[in-house]
């Protein structure tokens, strides 16, 4: 992914540990939903409305908050630091359907892989996902 940035941003980019938290989790929401539509694509033979409807189960709040607690004791102090200025960070909205406290977790999460992907830090992404796979995935199986 990292020459993919390089493609679209070139290579004189922001230092993303001076961005605003909230556009780390823009960026980091569309990484995250990414992961899970490929897991999903992989693992189905679903029609789009199928893998859609799937897809909403994985990519809410709480299966993000969810998934922020798995991978919460593999974090670096760095990594820690990214995921709490995205938790606590003014958010404009209140979620209609979600915990207030899922959807902050949510937001950290997603400010912390918005950080790793602006990084260029794709197999520190690939090995968090991969934990969070198996967290929101094991949790279909014990339903």
Same mark, same amino acid.
Request: proline share 2%; aromatic share 6%.
């Given at each position: 992914?990292?020459?993919?940035?390089?493609?679209?941003?070139?290579?004189?980019?922001?230092?993303?540990?001076?961005?605003?938290?909230?556009?780390?989790?823009?960026?980091?929401?569309?990484?995250?939903?990414?992961?899970?539509?490929?897991?999903?694509?992989?693992?189905?033979?679903?029609?789009?409305?199928?893998?859609?409807? +799937?897809? *909403?189960?994985?990519?809410? &709040?709480?299966?993000?908050?969810?998934? @922020?607690?798995?991978?919460? #004791?593999? /974090?670096?102090?760095?990594?820690?630091?990214?995921?709490?200025?995205?938790?606590?960070?003014? +958010?404009? *909205?209140?979620?209609?359907? &979600?915990?207030?406290?899922?959807?902050? @977790?949510?937001?950290?999460? #997603?400010? /912390?892989l918005g950080y790793l992907f602006l990084s260029g830090e794709d197999g520190r992404?690939?090995?968090?996902?991969?934990?969070?796979?198996?967290?929101?995935?094991?949790?279909?199986?014990?339903?």
């Open positions: 992914m990292d020459a993919m940035i390089n493609r679209i941003l070139g290579e004189q980019r922001k230092n993303p540990r001076l961005m605003n938290p909230l556009v780390l989790a823009y960026i980091g929401d569309t990484v995250y939903d990414l992961y899970v539509r490929s897991w999903l694509i992989e693992g189905s033979d679903a029609t789009a409305h199928g893998l859609h409807v +799937m897809a *909403t189960r994985k990519v809410c &709040a709480k299966a993000q908050a969810a998934g @922020a607690m798995a991978i919460m #004791e593999q /974090l670096t102090e760095d990594e820690l630091y990214i995921f709490k200025r995205g938790r606590n960070s003014h +958010m404009g *909205t209140v979620p209609k359907h &979600a915990e207030m406290s899922d959807y902050r @977790a949510a937001s950290g999460l #997603e400010a /912390l992404i690939r090995e968090l996902m991969d934990n969070i796979k198996q967290s929101l995935f094991t949790e279909d199986e014990e339903k």
